[in-house]
């Protein structure tokens, strides 16, 4: 089983700084999903990447197969960026993902 | 419209009560998954689906049973709810290996 870890846990920070989130895990895949979720509670896709980088707006994603290693970032953060951040990585059986515990980010106006 | 619905969207039942959350979705996707989270837990898979004749179980499926009555409706039953079941549960479709996209979560309360 793919164990998933992500890093850190919370993070609170001041509107415009840059976020750096990290997920690492232990099993090589296929591709690895960033997914965002309001404190609403529904969860959003927001990157699918199986190498290099993605890029959507003001979030980035990088992954380094070899490492095992994938990074989440944003830039010139804003408080509607506030939201859990969940890494997760295919390995429940058809795909069916397995997910990071997920990153608490406030950002504070 | 959107593309993943849930219902009922909140819940609350008595321990020993049999309850069936629904999924419906609209995008076509052949995959259809549960899952469920918990605080300090994440996500977890349940059961998953390649097509209406092919139900798996994933990491948690005990006192869950599925239903994948058509391509576009995958249900989840708890036969006998019990207070750790309590959480919230998210279907999930996919088109192959693609991106997962969740519908809006049902939060179940067994009291």
């Known amino acids: 089983k793919n164990e998933v870890e992500q890093s850190p846990q919370n993070l609170t920070a001041q509107e415009g700084e840059f976020i750096t989130i990290n997920c690492s895990y232990s099993?090589?895949?296929?591709?690895l999903h960033w997914l965002q979720q309001h404190p609403g509670g529904g969860i959003v896709s927001l990157f699918m990447l199986s190498s290099g980088k993605k890029k959507h707006g003001r979030l980035i994603a990088t992954i380094n197969i070899q490492e095992k290693h994938s990074s989440l970032h944003i830039t010139a953060s804003h408080p509607r960026d506030s939201a859990v951040y969940i890494c997760?990585?295919?390995?429940?059986?058809?795909?069916?993902?397995?997910f990071g515990k997920g990153t608490h980010l406030i950002i504070q106006p | 419209d959107a593309d993943v619905t849930q219902t009922p969207r909140n819940r609350i039942t008595k321990t020993g009560k049999r309850i069936m959350l629904e999924c419906s979705q609209t995008k076509g996707h052949d995959r259809m998954y549960w899952y469920r989270q918990d605080p300090g837990l994440g996500l977890r898979l349940i059961y998953y689906?390649?097509?209406?004749?092919?139900?798996n179980k994933g990491e948690i499926s005990d006192g869950y049973s599925v239903s994948r009555q058509a391509q576009a409706k995958f249900s989840l039953s708890l036969e006998s709810a019990i207070p750790n079941q309590t959480a919230l549960y998210f279907c999930a479709t996919q088109q192959g290996r693609g991106e997962q996209y969740f519908g809006p979560g049902t939060r179940l309360t067994v009291t």
């Open positions: 099993v090589g895949i296929s591709a």
């Open positions: 997760a990585v295919p390995g429940g059986g058809a795909d069916g993902l397995t």
């Open positions: 689906s390649f097509d209406v004749k092919d139900i």
